[in-house]
């Protein structure tokens, strides 16, 4: 289990993980508006995506109304480095 730190950039011009910056912090871009949660939706199905696990194992553990939000994935930290480095 990795518990992560994102930045969340929302209505992007398209969706997007950028990678990790110095902080260690992941760098996301969706571009779903921050109203009602599609902003969280939509970074949740988007780091599912990456990971290729399914977005019910994506968990918002903090952050929900701010763009520095915590994540809980059930994949080892080197691994999701990994698989969430920019091509």
């Known amino acids: 289990m990795a518990r992560i730190s994102v930045r969340v950039t929302p209505r992007a011009s398209r969706d997007a993980v950028t990678g990790f910056d110095e902080r260690g912090v992941l760098g996301v871009r969706v571009t ?3 109203a009602d949660g599609a902003a969280n939706a939509a970074v949740t199905k988007l780091l599912a ?17 701010s763009r520095e939000k915590v994540f809980d994935l059930p994949v080892d930290t080197s691994e999701l480095r990994r698989r969430l480095a920019p091509s």
């Open 49 to 65: 995506k990456a990971l290729g696990i399914p977005s019910r194992d994506v968990v918002l553990v903090s952050g929900a109304t």
């Open 32 to 34: 779903a508006a921050p």
